[in-house]
């Protein structure tokens, strides 16, 4: 994770709201593995984490996009310590590396 938060911290505000939206996406896709289908029951506890999730990285753009002091580091420190809470740490650390390896393409690291 220590190579995504030193890509992350080279990123401007805008660059790092696009990888930001990018994370939240994929997310979105490791959520659907805690969803009750068929007979399968589901997962709530991590249903409310991967929420959790979702309502850090919003918090952040908004944070960055009225210039607010939210460091990247506290950001990440708080992302990782619910996901560990709520089960989903490899969710998160699987998502974060989707979104890295998006960076390059997408003209984000320069």
């Not at 991590?46 to 979702?54: A, K, M, R, S, V």
Request: proline share 3%; aromatic share 10%; glycine share 8%.
């Amino acid at each position: 994770m220590e190579e995504i938060l030193d890509a992350v911290r080279k990123l401007d505000w805008q660059a790092q709201i696009e990888w930001m939206m990018d994370l939240g996406y994929q997310l979105t896709v490791y959520a659907r593995g805690a969803y009750p289908l068929d007979h399968a029951p589901g997962n709530l506890n991590q249903l409310l984490g991967f929420n959790e999730l979702q309502h850090q990285i919003y918090g952040r753009i908004r944070t960055l996009r009225r210039c607010d002091a939210w460091t990247i580091e506290s950001f990440f420190q708080g992302l990782s310590g619910k996901a560990a809470h709520y089960g989903i740490a490899s969710d998160l650390e699987a998502a974060l590396k989707r979104s890295h390896a998006s960076m390059p393409s997408a003209g984000l690291i320069q």
